[in-house]
């Protein structure tokens, strides 16, 4: 495996790289926050947590957030999101209220900082072709009037580049692998390569792609043998009217042309569970002899 050319391949929506840049290096963390929220004043970032993990007790749901900063009158969380989640507006609700888990007994609710909880996403979440949403509660009955809560969402997409408000574009682009020229751009990128000669980021690093290669080989080999299997089911019905073996035949053939190249204790497993047949018989079929494993 080419691990030097897996690393050069990875980005800022790398997990890991991700939230080294954002945790150490405070001015591009700003710079992001900024970037996303750009109507707002951002006040001087004072703390800066990786994983900060917020819970209400043991046992409710913990949350670890990859990047939290704090303001004299503001919290930021920051999330960078490659996978879908079931709802992403349930996602951000329980983000955004255990953001107001900390405050101490006796303060007044007026003390609250403002929330804003930036989600950056490598893909579209709300599926309506938009860079970047942004909510606010609102009042039904007064849309215009906002129901000053101090709470806001900001989902950033990789979608429609050309779309995005020119504060926010170089992110967009940045989600969507297509990296600009500009000033911050270049300062992310460097930012980048000097976390990916750190040895533990670099260590890590090698270890996630590790990880997500067995996995891949893995699905493969679990792929290809259901598929195996499917093909000899789907043979077998047949060979009750072509007769048995053709019918075995066919199937081999059609789970063949699903990319099946060798067998293993896995195959048999499956052919077994799925026709009911016995080791042996799976073993015949697949041309294993007996004692290969």
Not at 82 to 104: F, G, P
Request: glycine share 8%; charged share 30%; with cysteine.
């Amino acid at each position: 495996m080419a691990y030097n050319k897996i690393l050069e391949e990875q980005d800022i929506t790398n997990d890991i790289l991700f939230k080294e840049v954002m945790t150490k290096r405070k001015d591009i963390c700003k710079e992001f926050i900024a970037r996303c929220v750009p109507d707002l004043k951002i006040e001087e970032i004072k703390i800066i947590e990786r994983e900060k993990e917020i819970s209400v007790g043991t046992d409710h749901r913990k949350l670890r957030i990859d990047a939290y900063a704090r303001g004299n009158n503001q919290i930021y969380a920051i999330e960078m999101m490659t996978y879908r989640v079931k709802s992403i507006e349930k996602y951000a609700r329980y983000h955004q209220t255990m953001l107001d888990a900390d405050l101490e007994v006796g303060r007044d609710f007026s003390e609250l900082k403002d929330s804003i909880l930036i989600i950056l996403c490598t893909f579209d979440p709300l599926g309506l072709g938009s860079p970047v949403y942004t909510l606010e509660t609102t009042i039904k009955e007064h849309k215009h009037r906002r129901f000053a809560d101090g709470r806001r969402i900001v989902i950033v997409t990789p979608k429609g580049i050309d779309k995005a408000p020119i504060e926010t574009k170089p992110i967009v682009q940045l989600l969507a692998k297509k990296p600009g020229n500009d000033i911050f751009t270049k300062e992310v990128q460097g930012a980048l390569k000097t976390a990916k000669i750190e040895p533990d980021v670099r260590r890590f690093l090698m270890d996630q792609a590790l990880r997500d290669q067995l996995m891949k080989e893995e699905a493969q080999r679990i792929g290809l043998a259901e598929g195996l299997a499917e093909g000899l089911e789907q043979g077998m019905k047949q060979g009750v009217e072509k007769g048995l073996q053709q019918g075995i035949e066919q199937g081999v053939e059609q789970g063949l042309a699903k990319g099946i190249e060798q067998s293993n204790l896995q195959h048999v497993q499956l052919l077994v569970e799925k026709l009911g047949i016995t080791k042996q018989e799976a073993m015949a079929i697949l041309n294993i002899e007996e004692g290969s494993f």
